[in-house]
């Protein structure tokens, strides 16, 4: 059961603050269709500075300084490319969903292109005599708390899903997930950002420039893409870049759709798709899901599980959905519509 949670987790933080990412851009207006691109160049971002501060004799004493820098770097780097998103729908007022589409495709063959230059194969790496265990991650050892490793009551359980293989970014993903969701919802910023994605003529009229509020919250969504690019990157793909994050970013537009655009509601979903995605790579090491190896079912049925399950579940609640009513529709000050 420990196992089942600590692993839903590594799925379900990224989708979570991807998720986010989704609803600041489309609370401004915005249509984010390239969340899955924007995680892509941040999860090589983010592997590639890692490597090169490893290289420069960081080790595992510096581990959350250099954890910060790398956060850092990378959120930088997310807000810069989704400004193409911005500026192509914004300025040139292109088709939103075009745009994200393009740069859907326009990250990976970027990413992998820069991965072959710089390592001469598929794949980007850190030194194999680092790993995120022995950098960015908190064992029981670290606490004091080596007396629960093998108990299996329920306090040992939570014990061991709160402090055994604790990663430090997915702390950090809950309290900008936290923070920035009071922000949304809590702050006049954040009134004045969903206004522009409701009725952005209406905001212009008491004086709030749609022109920069979108601008924001299509960068807020890129660096928080591209952060949840590089947790994926550094968790579940084991530092390693290669120009896929096996589908997340789509998987959080379904997320974000399934919650309501609302913070609440995005993290149970999040936990249900991490859940899901967790069963789909390692149900053979959950123990209360070993009957399902007795069945004999392909292991690419269990890969499709959570897609599919994506496509029952927008199927039955779309409809439902309320999405902002001025997404995805170029601002025009003197259109009335």
């Known amino acids: 059961m420990a196992y089942f949670i600590q692993q839903t987790m590594v799925f379900c933080i990224p989708l979570m ?26 999860a090589f971002i983010g592997v590639l500075t890692l490597r090169l501060l490893l290289a420069l004799r960081f080790g595992p004493e510096q581990g959350q300084l250099l954890l910060i ?28 969903t075009i745009g994200g589409t393009a740069l859907n495709l326009l990250a990976p063959a970027l990413v992998l292109f820069l991965v072959l230059m710089i390592n001469q194969q598929n794949d980007l790496n850190i030194d194999s005599k680092y790993t995120a265990a022995n950098l960015f991650m908190f064992f029981l050892e670290d606490f004091g708390l080596e007396a629960f490793k093998n108990d299996t009551s329920f306090l040992g359980v939570i014990v061991n899903v709160l402090f055994n293989k604790l990663y430090l970014t997915n702390l950090y993903a809950i309290l900008i997930y936290v923070g920035l969701s009071i922000v949304l919802y809590k702050t006049k910023f954040g009134l004045r950002l969903r206004a522009c994605g409701e009725n952005p003529h209406a905001a212009d009229s008491l004086g709030i420039n749609v022109v920069k509020m979108r601008y924001i919250g ?7 893409a591209s952060f949840g690019g590089f947790i994926y990157a550094l968790t579940a793909a084991g530092c390693t870049s290669n120009g896929d994050v096996a589908g997340l970013g789509f998987l959080a537009l379904a997320v974000m759709i399934f919650g309501n655009w609302k913070p609440v509601s995005i993290f149970l979903a999040a936990l249900l798709f991490g859940a899901l995605k967790c069963i789909s790579v390692g149900y053979q090491y959950i123990d209360f899901l070993s009957f399902l190896t007795e069945w004999n079912i392909s292991s690419h049925a269990y890969r499709v599980l959570p897609y599919f399950i994506t496509l029952v579940v927008l199927a039955f609640t779309s409809k439902r959905s309320r999405a902002p009513k001025a997404e995805g529709i170029p601002y025009d000050k003197e259109a009335r519509y």
């Open 218 to 224: 299509t960068i807020i969504s890129g660096c928080l």
């Open 69 to 96: 820098i790398v956060i850092i770097v990378t959120i930088i780097m997310g807000g810069v490319f989704a400004l193409l998103l911005a500026y192509a729908s914004i300025n040139l007022k292109a088709d939103q």
């Open 17 to 42: 603050i991807v998720a986010l990412a989704g609803v600041f851009a489309e609370r401004s207006g915005i249509i984010n269709i390239a969340l899955e691109g924007i995680m892509v160049f941040g």
